[in-house]
T-cell receptor
């Protein structure tokens, strides 16, 4: 009964570097979400997967952000040419239902990204 | 667009005192409401959610919240807090325009002291 796990927990990148953040959802969960939480703010939606299909990427702030979930389980959020404004905690969440707004989203501990 | 306002950024209380954390949202059309708690270095954990039916919702750890459609509010309450309730609390809403994504408030830090 493991929960959502994320790695690495902390990442320091120099401006301009590419980073990859990993999310392992709860086994069997079909829905997967990425959120960005800036310091002192609530989480903000980035993107949503239903199995391997990326159904909503309306929250991605720029084309430097890319997410994938090729086999419908593990997901990777990639940020290219990181900027200081990308510094935030990146949260992954999963839920068991297919796009049900009533379903509980289970969150991982997050990856804290610091861009120097 | 839907928005969530948590009126208090910080709420300090003494142990065993009652507490209310306030939350207002912008639209009452077909919304579902959630409260999450975030302990240091941990992920967000669901406290309770309102989907339909009774406007008083009971959650884990003795928390409850009341949905008030006319005031577009969903305030969180606990009659007697413990030191262990010290954490960040987030109110969130899901509506048909946002799809399945949750829209969060900025959070309220609850600090319980002895």
């Amino acid at each position: 009964g493991a929960g959502v796990s994320q790695s690495p927990r902390y990442k320091v990148a120099k401006r301009g570097q590419d980073v990859a953040l990993r999310c392992d959802p709860i086994s069997g969960h079909v829905s997967l979400f990425w959120y960005q939480q800036a310091l002192g703010q609530g989480p903000e939606f980035l993107t949503y997967f239903q199995n391997e299909a990326q159904l909503d990427k309306s929250g991605l702030p720029s084309d430097r952000f890319f997410a994938e979930r090729p086999e419908g389980s593990v997901s990777t959020l990639k940020i290219q040419r990181t900027q200081q404004e990308d510094s935030a905690v990146y949260l992954c969440a999963s839920s068991s239902m297919l796009g049900q707004r009533t379903d509980t989203q289970y969150f991982g501990p997050g990856t804290r990204l610091t861009v120097l | 667009a839907q928005s969530v306002t948590q009126l208090d950024s910080q709420v300090p209380v003494f142990e065993e005192a009652p507490v209310e954390l306030r939350c207002n949202y912008s639209s009452s059309v077909s919304v579902y409401l959630f409260w999450y708690v975030q302990y240091p270095n941990q992920g967000l954990q669901l406290l309770l959610k309102y989907l339909s039916g009774s406007t008083l919702v009971k959650g884990i750890n003795g928390f409850e919240a009341e949905f008030n459609k006319s005031q577009t509010s969903f305030h969180l309450r606990k009659p007697s807090v413990h030191i262990s309730d010290t954490a960040e609390y987030f109110c969130a809403v899901s509506d048909h325009q946002a799809g399945t994504a949750l829209i969060f408030g900025k959070g309220t830090t609850l600090s319980v002291s002895s």
